[in-house]
C-alpha cells in the first residue's frame, strides 16, 4: 500500500481548495465530505464519491464497501489528512462528491427560504430542521452563506443529500416560488405561528438572521408575517430555533389532516 505523504499531491491540492474555496467549489463543480457518516449519507441518497482520502485504519466497514463498490481510494498520513480537512481531530476519511445541482420541484408544497442567514451553523442546522420536518424544499436568497461551506455540512448533518438545496435571486424566488402563500418569520407579524394554515394549502416561509431582521426583499415578497409568542424579557429566538418550531408545527397541522 502506497501511502501519500505529500500536501503536493494533486488530489490532496483540489481537495484542499474545495475545502477552503468557495470559489473552487463552484469551478470545479465538486464538494468535501469529512467523516464516515456524511459520505455514507451521501452515498445512500445516490451519490456516490470521485475519490475518497482515508488514513488506514479509520472506518474499515466503509472502506471496505467504498472498495468493493471499486471508489477511487487514496490512503494518506496524518499531516495529510490534517491539511484537507476542517476539525481539530480529523475523522480519517474525507471523500470527494459531485456538487448537488437539485432543481425546485413542480409540485413543491412547503419551501423554506434562508434570508441572509450568514452564520454557517445556523444554516446547517436550518438545512437539517427543514429536511426533518418534510419541507420539500430550502432556498438560499441572497446574503447566505455557502450551503457547501464544511461547518455548514456538519451542521446539516447529511441534510444537503435528502432535501434539495438551491441558490436564488429575490427576482428568481417571486417568479418561480408559485404558492398559495409566504410567510415571514417576524417578531413583529400579526399571525401567530400556531395559526391553522399550514395544511390548507402550499406556502414557503422566510426565515431570516437575528441580527439584522428580514431584509427589505423578504419584507416586500412575504404575504404575511408569522410570529411566535415570547415571554416578555425574551427579545428573539435563534434562526435555527424559529425555523423549528414554525416548520415543525407546520408538519403537525399536516399529519392532523391526514
Wanted: hydrophobic content about 45%; glycine content about 6%.
Amino acid at each position: 500500500m502506497d501511502i501519500i505523504t505529500s500536501i503536493q499531491n494533486n488530489r490532496v491540492k483540489l481537495a484542499n481548495a474545495l475545502l477552503s474555496r468557495t470559489r473552487t467549489r463552484r469551478k470545479e463543480g465538486k464538494v468535501v465530505l469529512e467523516g464516515a457518516r456524511l459520505i455514507r449519507d451521501a452515498w445512500d441518497n445516490g451519490t456516490p464519491p470521485e475519490f475518497v482520502l482515508y488514513t488506514p485504519g479509520a472506518d474499515n466497514g466503509l472502506i471496505d464497501l467504498l472498495e468493493r463498490r471499486r471508489v477511487d481510494l487514496l490512503p494518506v498520513d496524518d499531516k495529510v489528512m490534517q491539511h484537507v480537512t476542517d476539525t481539530q481531530s480529523p475523522q480519517g476519511i474525507v471523500g470527494v462528491f459531485p456538487m448537488p445541482q437539485p432543481e425546485l420541484p413542480a409540485d413543491a408544497q412547503s419551501i423554506l427560504i434562508a434570508d441572509a442567514i450568514s452564520d454557517p451553523g445556523n444554516l446547517g442546522t436550518i438545512i437539517r430542521t427543514a429536511a426533518g420536518a418534510g419541507v420539500d424544499a430550502v432556498i438560499l436568497a441572497p446574503n447566505c452563506v455557502d450551503a457547501y461551506n464544511p461547518k455548514v455540512l456538519r451542521s446539516g448533518m447529511g441534510a444537503h443529500f435528502r432535501v434539495p438545496v438551491l441558490e436564488m435571486t429575490w427576482a428568481q424566488i417571486r417568479e418561480q416560488v408559485t404558492v398559495d402563500a409566504i410567510y415571514l418569520a417576524d417578531g413583529e407579524g400579526d399571525m401567530p405561528y400556531d395559526a391553522d394554515v399550514w395544511a390548507s394549502g402550499s406556502w414557503a416561509l422566510i426565515v431570516g438572521s437575528e441580527a439584522h431582521g428580514a431584509s427589505d426583499e423578504a419584507l416586500a415578497t412575504a404575504t404575511q408575517r408569522v410570529f411566535i409568542p415570547m415571554a416578555h424579557a425574551t427579545e428573539s429566538l435563534n434562526a435555527a430555533v424559529a425555523a423549528a418550531v414554525i416548520l415543525f408545527e407546520a408538519a403537525r397541522q399536516r399529519r392532523s389532516r391526514h
